[in-house]
Nanobody, 121 residues
Framework: QVRLVESGGGLVQPGGSLRLSCEASGSIFSINAMGWYRQAPGKERELVADVTSGGNTNYADSVKGRFTISRDNAKNTVFLQMSSLKPEDTAVYYC???????????????WGQGTQVTVSS
């Protein structure tokens, strides 16, 4: 089995910073892309940022210049450093990792459990 565990969410004031982490563990053969999505109340889930196995990154326009995605391949972990946070960044943040388990030749997308980020004074 494969497990994704997120951490790092919480309450922060506008202009503050938070760092999210998501570690994949279990029967993992190989990891491809890793990313972060978010879903605010009443809205659809949207891509925040992702990073390929080669290190190429992609960001939503709304977070460019404020958020940084990175990965530690040795630890099967993806990070999201969030700075200059705004109230509109409030959402549940989900990690998404495309990986191949040891027991199948196919890649699939796996989701973390979600972590709440609230930006408020």
């Amino acid at each position: 089995q494969v497990r994704l565990v997120e951490s790092g969410g919480g309450l922060v004031q506008p202009g503050g910073s938070l760092r999210l982490s998501c570690e994949a563990s279990g029967s993992i053969f190989s990891i491809n892309a890793m990313g972060w999505y978010r879903q605010a109340p009443g809205k659809e889930r949207e891509l925040v940022a992702d990073v390929t196995s080669g290190g190429n990154t992609n960001y939503a326009d709304s977070v460019k210049g404020r958020f940084t995605i990175s990965r530690d391949n040795a630890k099967n972990t993806v990070f999201l450093q969030m700075s200059s946070l705004k109230p509109e960044d409030t959402a549940v943040y989900y990690c998404n990792i495309r990986l191949r388990p040891t027991y199948t030749p196919y890649y699939s997308n796996y989701w973390g459990q979600g972590t709440q980020v609230t930006v408020s004074s």
